[in-house]
């Protein structure tokens, strides 16, 4: 409500599980823990998310560029998940 009348719009970007080192370090303390190979703790954590893959880098700054473009003008105070629509963070055992 104070910004917008400067033309500020203000939005967060909340990514999922982002593909890369991190997710996959902790993919395998997980395993680790469970005993488990970790290409299937991988596909328990891929199942959880509705388009059954992992956030790139690309498509958070996809939706950065987006967020920034006159095509967003009217885009502000929202809270905008990136994560391919995550259905649960309880991984079963």
Same mark, same amino acid.
């Given at each position: #409500?104070? /910004?917008? !009348?400067? @033309?500020?719009?203000?939005?967060?970007? $909340? !990514?999922? %599980?982002?593909? @890369? !080192?991190?997710?996959? @370090?902790?993919? *395998? +303390?997980?395993? #680790?823990? +469970?005993? #488990?190979?970790?290409?299937?703790? +991988?596909? /328990?954590? *891929?199942?959880?998310? %509705? #388009?059954?893959?992992?956030?790139?880098?690309?498509?958070?700054? +996809? =939706? $950065? &560029?987006? /967020?920034?473009?006159?095509?967003? @003008? =009217?885009?502000?105070?929202?809270?905008?998940? &990136?994560?391919?629509?995550?259905?649960?963070?309880?991984? !079963?055992?």
């Amino acid at each position: #409500m104070e /910004l917008g !009348p400067f @033309g500020i719009r203000v939005n967060a970007i $909340c !990514p999922g %599980s982002v593909e @890369g !080192p991190r997710i996959d @370090g902790v993919i *395998e +303390r997980d395993a #680790m823990n +469970r005993g #488990m190979e970790a290409a299937d703790v +991988r596909r /328990l954590y *891929e199942a959880q998310v %509705s #388009m059954r893959k992992f956030v790139s880098a690309d498509d958070i700054a +996809r =939706m $950065c &560029v987006f /967020l920034s473009t006159d095509d967003a @003008g =009217m885009v502000s105070g929202q809270v905008i998940a &990136v994560d391919g629509h995550t259905e649960s963070l309880s991984i !079963p055992v």
